[in-house]
């Protein structure tokens, strides 16, 4: 039983003739006639009573009108959806970012849902390392990494840049420096964070290169944590400078220069290379395009692989 068939029985059934059901369908009486007794056939029941003049339905053509109407309008209901999800007014988006770079993800998320604000967003709360393995076994379809992913198999378009901040208390002996020697901060007690990343490693490698003692003295599971931690009097801490954008702007925190630690980092949007993207991961993709030429936004846009 095909769709057409069941659109040539219902038109027949409209029009209350073979020849003008013809003529709706664009098609010769005899193929519509055709048409009507292979789905008879089909089915094993007849659907028309040919005795009458008007070629009424019998019990079984009443039934089959109905559901034939109801399989038509899922047809159009799906091209109706299917044509919302290209124009991304519907679907769903699935990432995954770490505490850091979800902060980078939230300026991308705004203007995604002032543009798509039909599509729901989930956003999976995952370590850095894991992310990558997240994207390829297809748990989440975008991934957000403040590192390049080693994987072949992964694609990253770069979308903001990040550096390390060193920060104190606004009453510590440092706050009032223009800037501090690595190995100034010999005798400080930093509060760090636990996690490993590839940035800490370089941290631990810049003290040690400058034969300087690192004295992490506390450790916490979240930057908020750390700042907050900070800004309560509580030792330094080296923290992604986006982190604490509104303790320096309430003076909370001061932001001491460390030369020897300018570390700079790119943030990143990674997928499967070989994927074929969702409507929404393109309209999302495509808006951190856009973001990235706006005038005095700091965002970039740059495919890697």
Same mark, same amino acid.
């Given at each position: 039983m095909e769709l057409s068939e069941l659109?040539?029985?219902?038109?027949?059934?409209e029009e209350g003739s073979f020849s003008r059901a013809a003529q709706r369908l664009h098609r010769t009486q005899p193929?519509?006639?055709?048409?009507?007794?292979?789905?008879?056939?089909?089915? !094993?029941?007849?659907?028309?009573?040919?005795?009458?003049?008007? !070629?009424?339905?019998?019990?079984?053509?009443v039934v089959l009108r109905e559901y034939a109407e109801k399989l038509l309008n899922l047809r159009g209901e799906v091209r109706a959806a299917l044509a919302e999800l290209r124009s991304a007014e519907r679907g769903k988006l699935t990432l995954a970012a770490n505490e850091f770079t979800s902060l980078y993800l939230l300026p991308l998320l705004h203007e995604f849902r002032r543009a798509c604000p039909m599509v729901r967003v989930s956003v999976t709360r995952s370590l850095a390392s894991? +992310?990558?393995?997240?994207?390829?076994?297809?748990?989440?379809?975008? !991934?957000?990494?403040?590192?390049?992913?080693?994987?072949?198999?992964?694609?990253? +378009?770069?979308? *903001?840049?990040?550096?390390?901040?060193?920060?104190?208390?606004?009453?510590?002996p440092l706050a009032g420096a223009g800037r501090a020697g690595i190995r100034e901060l010999g005798a400080q007690s930093f509060v760090a964070h636990h996690v490993p990343s590839p940035h800490r490693a370089k941290v631990l490698a810049a003290f040690k290169r400058h034969k300087t003692p690192l004295n992490m003295d506390v450790e916490l599971p979240t930057l908020e944590a750390i700042r907050k931690f900070v800004a309560m009097g509580n030792g330094v801490a080296l923290v992604p400078a986006v982190c604490v954008q509104g303790e320096l702007a309430r003076g909370e925190l001061v932001r001491v220069p460390v030369p020897e630690l300018q570390f700079e980092r790119k943030i990143r949007?990674?997928?499967? /290379? /070989?994927a074929a993207l969702s409507h929404a991961a393109r309209a999302f993709?495509? +808006? *951190?395009?856009?973001?990235?030429?706006?005038?005095g936004t700091t965002s970039l846009f740059q495919r890697e692989r």
């Amino acid at each position: 039983m095909e769709l057409s068939e069941l659109q040539a029985f219902l038109a027949v059934v409209e029009e209350g003739s073979f020849s003008r059901a013809a003529q709706r369908l664009h098609r010769t009486q005899p193929a519509v006639s055709q048409t009507i007794r292979k789905l008879e056939n089909d089915l !094993g029941e007849a659907l028309f009573d040919r005795s009458s003049r008007h !070629g009424h339905l019998t019990d079984a053509g009443v039934v089959l009108r109905e559901y034939a109407e109801k399989l038509l309008n899922l047809r159009g209901e799906v091209r109706a959806a299917l044509a919302e999800l290209r124009s991304a007014e519907r679907g769903k988006l699935t990432l995954a970012a770490n505490e850091f770079t979800s902060l980078y993800l939230l300026p991308l998320l705004h203007e995604f849902r002032r543009a798509c604000p039909m599509v729901r967003v989930s956003v999976t709360r995952s370590l850095a390392s894991r +992310v990558p393995e997240a994207v390829l076994n297809h748990s989440v379809e975008l !991934g957000m990494l403040s590192f390049e992913p080693e994987d072949p198999a992964l694609r990253s +378009v770069v979308v *903001a840049t990040d550096q390390l901040a060193f920060v104190v208390h606004p009453r510590h002996p440092l706050a009032g420096a223009g800037r501090a020697g690595i190995r100034e901060l010999g005798a400080q007690s930093f509060v760090a964070h636990h996690v490993p990343s590839p940035h800490r490693a370089k941290v631990l490698a810049a003290f040690k290169r400058h034969k300087t003692p690192l004295n992490m003295d506390v450790e916490l599971p979240t930057l908020e944590a750390i700042r907050k931690f900070v800004a309560m009097g509580n030792g330094v801490a080296l923290v992604p400078a986006v982190c604490v954008q509104g303790e320096l702007a309430r003076g909370e925190l001061v932001r001491v220069p460390v030369p020897e630690l300018q570390f700079e980092r790119k943030i990143r949007i990674v997928y499967r /290379k /070989k994927a074929a993207l969702s409507h929404a991961a393109r309209a999302f993709l495509k +808006v *951190a395009e856009a973001l990235a030429q706006k005038p005095g936004t700091t965002s970039l846009f740059q495919r890697e692989r």
